[in-house]
């Protein structure tokens, strides 16, 4: 006879189904939950990848599968289970994480392009100096002095820095007007003026002409003064569809990178998407050529490095003339910038046609070989500055320039740098301005991923004779400048041409 249960033990059984049955159902609903996150995350994983518009369309394709595929494992983990598929929920809650971090990198990413795109704005420091032993230590002590300006040398931003002076002491200073930044300088030093109102951009100009007008005398205040440049333009695909000249600034500061200032490297990049073609010209820093830009006298005669002092829209206008091309497009990096974007690469490999030493002009000693180096950021700088220890000098350290330009080029433009690619433009954002548009430089760089093409660069550099002539930014003083080559200038103007027609350079030789 069977043996009848009773009701507790029928009650505490049915008790423990029910328990089992609500952490299965709390199981399920986690692993849907799991599910249902790790969808919406892959989502917006793909429209911020999306919108950072850098990836052509397989990479995208790419991306989407490989999103799907990692969301098919979680559905089989959880769907098709047997047990409780704990597993999969941890490795959905681990990918959803890693996706969520990834979202966050890219939007950065897009962030960053953003700080180094789109530059257009010149910065000027303006500055008010009295002599070292003066006892003024404010703007304030010296508002009763006689202050020495100039208007002949960037009027507009010296009137600016006046007018916002007298608006901030709430008083009209007294001015006395000086023929150029050399006569200012001599006059703070003769004591016919107690002050002096100056671009510091205009700093050496001053010391050239006055012996330890920096050492002798101290800032009191200082103001910054932006304007808005209207350079570049085009449509986000017009740079990888027209051949366009960009113009590399190597300005010789250590500070904000947008600073007015002059520029000792000064080479241009004439690029021609169709053909894949790059040539470099290198212009050396003392050549003897006629000025022309917004705050110049129109073909005044000086030394190129002089220009940049006027803004790099000088520099833009002064080179185009020479070369008869236009130039909208500007790359600008101080000598900070250069170390920090080499080591980044993690270096570059740099061809030099000779063996020599650098020296103290670099700042940093070592052995150059003939033929390929590969330099860390530091190594890289000294090589770009060394001219006294070179045959040819300045001539030779232009072309020493473009190779490390040529070495930076090749490494960025390698698909190996995708991997990098947030940790570079982390540190390019604080190094780098250019004028090219976000949307441009994402075709560009879209374009190339997609393509993955070959570039061919080649360089070539202005040469000349060296001398002394008086310059628009000294001239009272005689200066070394050089005197540039006729028939090299005229050379390279038709070489320009060739890259800009859609032509082939020469290959294999040399092109000065």
Known sequence: MAKKRRPAEKAGRSSKNTGRYSKRTATNRFGSFCLILQAAISVIFMIVVMLLNMLPMNYLALIAMVLLFLWCITFTT?????????????????????????????????????????????????????????????????????FGVQFQQGGDNIQTAVTNLQEELNTTLSITECDSVQAQAQSLFNGEVQAVIYNEAYTELMDDAVEGFSSNTRIIYEMTIRTELNLGGGSDDSLTKEPFTVYISGIDTYGEVSETSRSDVNIIAVVNPSTRQILLITTPRDSYVPLYGPDVQQGAMDKLTHAGVYGIETSMETLGELYETDINYYVRLNFTSLIDIVDILGGIDVNSEYAFSTGDESGYVMEVKEGLNHFNGEQALAFCRERHNLEDGDNQRGKNQQAVITGMLKKVISPTMLLRAGTIMNQVSKDVEMNVSQGQLNSLIRNQLGSNADWTIQSVALTGTGGEDYCYSASSQLLYVMYPDETELQHIIELANIVEEGGTLPQGESLN
């Open 78 to 146: 959880q769907a098709v289970r047997r047990k409780r598929g704990t597993g999969g929920k941890i490795y959905s809650v681990l990918i959803t994480c890693v996706l969520l971090i990834g979202s966050y990198y890219i939007a950065e990413t897009y962030n960053l392009i953003a700080a180094i795109t789109g530059g257009n704005v010149r910065v000027d420091k303006m500055a008010v100096a009295v002599m070292a032993e003066d006892p003024a230590q404010t703007i304030e002590d010296a508002m009763d002095y006689q």
